[in-house]
Structure formats: C-alpha cells, structure tokens
C-alpha cells in the first residue's frame, strides 16, 4: 500500500509505521502539527486494516449512571450535582436490577456502569448493584466504575484496592471502563478538577486491576485547555503502562462538550481534531488492539467516517446516554443493532458484533 502525503515532514514517520518501528513523542508532535488530515488517516487506517482487516465492532450495550451527586464537581462536567440540589438521584440495586429484566434489555450484553463520588452509599451498594445486574441478566457482563470511583469506594469500605477489587469482582464485575484519565497530567487536573485523583493514583489503580485479571479501557478529555504535547505524553503514558500489563483492552478519545459546564465558553471540538486525535492515537498506541470512535461525542456520521481514519468500535446502543448529553451533545441518546450495523456496512465495512471482550457474537438480526 502507497499511502499519498501531500506533507512531506510525514514521510519519516509512514517509513517507521511501514518498518514496524515504534513512534515518539516527536513523532507524535508531527502528527499533530501537520494539516496533512488525508495523510495521517492513511497511515493511521494502514495500521487500522493491517490488525483489523475490513472488520469494524459494534457492542449491544446500555449505559447505566446510577448517582449523579459527586463531591469533586470536576469543571468540565455538566452531569454532576451537589447533595441537596434539584434533580439529584440515585438507583437502587432493585431498581436497575428489575429495569434490566425487562424484555427490551433482552439482547443487552454488557452493562457499563458509571456514576459519582457518592459518600452516603456504602460498599454494599456497589457489590449489591453488580449483583443485581448479573442475576437479572446472567449472560450479560458488567463493565463497571472507573478508577476514580474504584480508589473511592476502597476508601469508603477501609480496604486495601487489591482487597476492593476482589469484592467486586467476587460480586460479578468482569471490566472496567476507561474514564477519569481525562488527561494525564497534573497541570490540567488541578486546574479543572483538582479534587479527583491524581494521574499517579489513576495510574496505580488501573496497575492493580489489570495485576488482579480484569481488562479496562482507557480514555482521553480533549478539546479543553490541554495543550497537544500533553495529548501526546498522555498516550505515551498509557503506551507505557500498556507496555507492563498489557490490560488495556480499548483506547476511547472523549470529545469535550462544554454546555451547562463551568467552561461553557470553549468552543466545540471540530472534526478535523476529532478525526486526527483518532488518528494519532491509533498510531502511537501500537499496543492497543482497539480505538473507539464513540458516536455520542463525534457524532454518528463522523464516528462513520473515523473508520477509516484509524478506529475499528464504534462503542455501542448505549440506549440511554446522559453525561454527555447533559453538556450539549446533539447525537442521538442511543441506537438500535439495525442502525449502527447500517452505520459500519455503509461505511464500507464488514459489521461485527461483539462482547466486551471483542468476541465476536451471532447475528441479532436486528433490534
Ligand atoms: O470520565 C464528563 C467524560 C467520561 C464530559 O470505557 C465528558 O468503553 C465530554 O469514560 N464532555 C465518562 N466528556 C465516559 C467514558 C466512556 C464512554 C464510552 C465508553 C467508555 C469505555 C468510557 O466522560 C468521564 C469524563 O472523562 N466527560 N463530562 C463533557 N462535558
Ligand atoms: Fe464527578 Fe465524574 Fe462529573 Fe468529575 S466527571 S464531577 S468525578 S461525575
């Protein structure tokens, strides 16, 4: 394959892609500065085929945000309430569990689980909402709590994370999701939300998950105040811990929507940094096997376009997302099997439905 550069500054970095030789930061920093999008795809989608084929994923999930009261009101969330305000809430084990046997959850395989800093919910409330889950939908898996939450509810309970882990993993926890990175870097985080954990700490935690056999994702906030060498540190940084544990299962770019947040000034991200930062990620993490273009943050059609652009997930049905939606997002709340097969195979790719852990899985025929 030929790939077509109209920058020539690219070409050292297609001859290293093309020889199998690992990127830098430099490299990555060229990537970024470039205005060559076309060529960057290209090298990026060159990579994409060469571990994926014509193959591009899509999962049957729901998305379930059980709290929306969390004590570290990070700047760029729209979704988080302080206890005592309108509007707060938090699910009951009950609730969800019984919510997820009903009969339009049927096909649902993975249930991602996200929500606040919660102090009035004790460990019990998680390992009971995991448990709930599970026996309502047995074959399902639960992908729950970020590491924010995991260091958080270890706290709560007095418990070492090792210890922490087990619990939730005894209760039916199988994955973690990849947020609360937001980026790596302590520069941004105590500016915009210094009460979360540390990138040290967000690290360490995902070390012990990964130590304790469970897979996570990993994910990147972009589009705010963080500069393009912290974009590039922060893949170089999960490259590195990937490098040791190998646990990392997806990397997901999250575009930053800025309504209803304390930085509702800043502009949206635009497409042309939504397709690089795909693009680049999929480039410097050569090992990690999967790149999400997620269709609630970049929107459906471009999410389409992101395939080829280095991306092989397209994430999921979702069903009902809020956190993103809250800040602004127009993309739709959720969508059906049917669609987002329609999105991948109009784009030019084979669909294939998997589970949380990229095995394929048959034909729903529709939903
Ligand atoms: O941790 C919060 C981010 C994350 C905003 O692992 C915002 O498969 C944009 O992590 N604008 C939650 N982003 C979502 C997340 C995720 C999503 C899809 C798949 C996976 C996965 C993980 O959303 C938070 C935070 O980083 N976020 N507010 C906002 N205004
Ligand atoms: Fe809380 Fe998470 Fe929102 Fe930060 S991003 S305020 S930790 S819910």
Redesign the pocket.
Known sequence: METVLSDRRLLPVWEKVKNSVRLDAEDGMRLYESNDLAGIGGIADYVRKKRHGNKAFYVHNR?INYTNICVNR?L????SKDKGDTGTYVLSPDQVGSDAKKPENAGVREF?I?GGINPDLPFDYYLDLIRALKKARPDATV?AF?A?EIDFIARMAGLSLEDTIAGLKAAGLAM???????VLCDRVRQKLFAKKISAARWLEVMETVHRAGLV????L?Y?HIETLEERVDHLLTLRRLQDTTGGFS?F?P????????K?SALPPTTAYDDLKTIAVARLLLDNIDHI?A?W??IGEKLAQVALSFGADDL?GT?IEER??H????TSAKGLTVSQLRHMVESAGFEAVERDSFYRPVPEEGGA
Do not use: Q, R, W
């Not at 973690?176 to 937001?182: C, K, M, S, T």
């Not at 999250?254 to 947040?261: E, G, M, P, V």
């Not at 809250?326 to 997002?329: F, K, P």
């Open positions: 998305h990070c760029f969330c729209a979704y991602h996200v992908k970020t924010v973690l999701p990849g947020g609360g990175a937001e996570t994702n990993a994910t906030l589009g997806a997901i999250l575009a930053f929507h800025s309504a209803n947040t930085l999400k997620y609630v943050m994430d979702i956190i993103t809250t800040a602004g997002a």
